[in-house]
C-alpha cells in the first residue's frame, strides 16, 4: 500500500471504493458494478434481471432507485469521509426492462463544509434516461479507510 503522502485525491477515492465494495453485500447481490470513481463522482452499472420486475413486466422502481443510491453513496464517500444520506428525491422518466444494462453516473454539483448535493442520472444501454436522482449527503465524524 503507497505512503498516505504519496496518495493523491483519485487515489484515495479508488481506495475507498474498493474498501466499501468489499463490504456492499446489496451491490455483490443485485450485480451491481464500479465502472468509475473519482473524487466527488461515481458511475456504477447493473443488468435488470426478472426479479428486478415488477408485476406490469418493468423494472421496479426500488431497483433503479437502488442503483442510484448507491452511486450517490460511492460519489459522497470518496473523500474518505463518511457520508451518509440526509434525503432524496427520484423521478422516473421511462421504465428498465429485463436485460437492460443500467448506468447510474453520480456528480456532485455542490459541496460546502459537511454538506453536499448531487445528481445521479440512471441510463439505459440506448442512453435512454431511466431515472433522475437528486441525493442531499453530510460528512459524519470518522473515514471509510483508517489511515491510508
Known amino acids: 500500500m503507497p505512503d498516505s503522502t504519496a496518495l493523491n485525491e483519485q487515489q484515495l477515492a479508488e481506495m475507498v471504493a474498493r474498501q466499501m465494495y468489499e463490504r456492499d ?3 455483490h447481490a443485485l450485480g451491481i458494478a464500479i465502472d468509475g470513481i473519482a473524487p466527488g463522482y461515481a458511475r ?7 426479479e428486478m420486475l ?3 413486466g418493468m423494472l421496479h422502481g426500488g431497483m433503479s432507485f437502488t442503483l442510484a443510491d448507491t452511486a450517490f453513496a460511492y460519489a459522497c464517500n470518496s473523500y474518505n469521509l463518511n457520508a451518509v444520506a440526509t434525503g432524496c428525491d427520484i ?3 421511462a421504465a428498465g ?3 437492460d444494462l443500467l448506468t447510474a453516473e453520480a456528480v456532485e454539483r455542490h459541496l460546502a ?3 453536499g ?4 442520472t440512471v441510463t439505459n444501454q440506448d442512453g435512454e ?3 433522475l436522482f437528486r441525493g442531499r449527503s453530510r460528512h459524519l465524524p470518522g473515514t471509510v479507510v483508517p489511515n491510508p
Open 44 to 50: 456504477l452499472s447493473m443488468r435488470v434481471r426478472k
Open 97 to 99: 426492462r429485463e436485460g
Open 113 to 115: 463544509g459537511r454538506t
Open 117 to 120: 448535493i448531487y445528481d445521479v
Open 129 to 131: 434516461v431511466i431515472a
Open 54 to 56: 415488477n408485476s406490469h
Open 25 to 27: 453485500n446489496n451491490s
Open 91 to 93: 423521478i422516473y422518466p
